[in-house]
């Protein structure tokens, strides 16, 4: 069973703030890692994606890989109230042919 | 074109109707897949394709019977569905089928079953 795992919030925070959403995964040979930004009753779109141990920045967006610990991590700096959505993380096994969806997190960002 | 388009956007059916729900994509993907969401929670996976030959299928029950008849055209014909078939149902495409390739999501097609 090749689980991910979220804390399902919802996870509040107030504008300008960083929001923190992580993920834990339980397949050691998990390669890549894939952040997707779904809001109500729309399809997901894909923020971030990582595949090597560190941080990758894009934007306002911040992705963090411990593949030593299995998880991984968004950062949202300076949160905008245009950010509220639920946040699925996304895992790519050793054997590369399908995604494995964590539960996702619900943010919410207070004006 | 960098976008993958589904029809139709809503769709109302009995349980004894039988219907279509198309995907299609001309990024020059050559993996596809077939999604069911429900409410709050995370995208399923039905089916994948791979250079068009069926690659997985989740044990998904019969009455959806995915088609994939060219590399930028992904079916899935619904029959006999029951209301807890109720979802969004969500098509997405990638460049292949490996570990680094990231997948692009349709809009979704919303499924009533009456």
């Known amino acids: 069973q090749k689980e991910v795992e979220q804390n399902s919030g919802p996870l509040s925070v107030p504008e300008g703030a960083i929001a923190s959403l992580n993920c834990t995964y339980s397949d050691r040979g998990s390669q890549s890692f894939f952040w997707y930004r779904q809001y109500s009753g729309k399809s997901p779109e894909l923020i971030m994606f990582?595949?090597?141990?560190g941080d990758k920045e894009d934007g306002r967006f911040t992705a963090q890989l411990n593949k030593a610990s299995q998880y991984v991590s968004l950062l949202i700096r300076d949160s905008q109230p245009s950010d509220s959505a639920t946040y699925l993380c996304a895992v790519i096994p050793n054997t590369g042919n399908q995604f494995y969806f964590g539960t996702g997190t619900s943010l919410t960002v207070i004006p | 074109d960098t976008e993958v388009t589904q029809t139709p956007k809503h769709l109302v059916m009995g349980m004894t109707n039988k219907k279509s729900l198309k995907c299609e994509q001309h990024?020059?993907?050559?993996?596809m897949y077939w999604y069911k969401q429900k409410a709050k929670k995370p995208p399923e996976l039905m089916f994948v394709?791979?250079?068009?030959?069926?690659?997985i299928n989740e044990s998904v029950p019969s009455r959806f019977s995915p088609e994939c008849p060219n590399s930028s055209l992904l079916n899935l014909h619904l029959h006999a569905l029951q209301p807890e078939d109720s979802a969004l149902y969500l098509c997405?495409?990638?460049?292949?089928?490996?570990?680094?390739?990231?997948?692009?999501f349709g809009p979704g097609t919303r499924l009533t079953v009456l």
């Open positions: 997405a495409s990638s460049q292949v089928p490996t570990v680094d390739n990231e997948q692009f």
């Open positions: 990024m020059g993907h050559r993996a």
């Open positions: 394709y791979s250079y068009e030959k069926l690659s």
């Open positions: 990582i595949y090597s141990n």
